[in-house]
């Protein structure tokens, strides 16, 4: 069974290289992440941000144009830590404005015994890693009139890029409330972030905050997202304000379940599933 296993993985993996070859020689001069296709990238810059995340940029080859990913978009990371045998493969989300050229950015947050994220945490400038563009959620601008956004811990990355795609647009009027929920204060890393959104955009983006161990004297609320966080966001859907709002949400299974599960909190709060949609 281990050499059939290993024999179809060869077949897949020298097929999509075959069909990456032919698409790349006819979309050279497309973005990079325009089409489907495995890109290796090259590290420019690592930056520790907080305690345990980091910010790693990556060269795009073409230094002139942007990445081709949409609003919203992922991409799934590919790599072989310690000479792996088999890849270790996760998604992360750029962080950086889409339309920017030249680079990417990811925020990855470091898990203790994560395979992945401790890999990338251990890359350094000139290190290179491989990459296929996934999309979410393709945004429309003003869809809907208001959307929350609730996330925990890292799940913050693709709020944080809708977020900024929606306010860096002048066409799109959309409403952001914005609930993270996170360990530590010091886990709250896009903080300034989002203070500037709030200050450049009055009305149009709000953030909460809620800390499971927060520190002494912290402004922010202690504990979990509940119903009774979201209702004090001003998120629940039996107001007639909140009938249209479009509920995102990425964090812990746990958390998503307990949001998400047919007698959860959303629907508590009068969400349909129809309007709720996972990262």
Excluded at 93 to 119: A, C, F, R, W
Excluded at 167 to 181: C, K, S
């Amino acid at each position: 069974m281990g050499t059939q296993i290993a024999i179809t993985a060869a077949v897949v993996g020298v097929g999509a290289y075959a069909w990456y070859l032919r698409s790349s020689s006819t979309n050279r001069d497309k973005p990079v992440f325009s089409s489907f296709g495995f890109h290796t990238l090259r590290l420019e810059s690592a930056e520790l941000i907080n305690h345990n995340t980091k910010k790693l940029r990556f060269d795009l080859p073409d230094k002139s144009k942007p990445s081709g990913l949409s609003l919203t978009s992922a991409l799934l990371t590919i790599s072989f830590p310690n000479g792996r045998w088999l890849p270790v493969l996760r998604p992360y989300t750029p962080v950086n404005d889409l339309d920017e050229p030249g680079y990417i950015e990811l925020m990855v947050k470091l898990y203790p015994g994560g395979k992945q994220s401790t890999h990338l945490h251990s890359l350094r400038p000139g290190d290179t890693l491989t990459f296929a563009p996934i999309k979410e959620l393709a945004w429309k601008p003003n869809k809907h009139p208001h959307v929350a956004l609730i996330a925990g811990g890292a799940g913050i990355t693709p709020m944080y890029q809708l977020a900024r795609g929606i306010l860096n647009n002048p066409a799109d009027q959309t409403r952001i409330t914005l609930v993270w929920g996170v360990n530590t204060d010091e886990d709250i890393f896009l903080r300034d972030k989002f203070a500037a959104f709030e200050r450049d955009h009055p009305g149009r983006f709000r953030a909460v905050y809620v800390v499971a161990s927060p520190a002494a004297g912290s402004p922010h609320q202690k504990g979990f997202i509940t119903k009774q966080i979201l209702e004090g966001a001003g998120l629940s859907a039996r107001e007639h304000k909140n009938r249209d709002v479009k509920v995102l949400v990425c964090g812990p299974p746990a958390m998503e379940k307990a949001l998400k599960k047919r007698t959860g909190v959303l629907a508590e709060l009068g969400y349909r599933p129809d309007q709720v949609y996972s990262f």
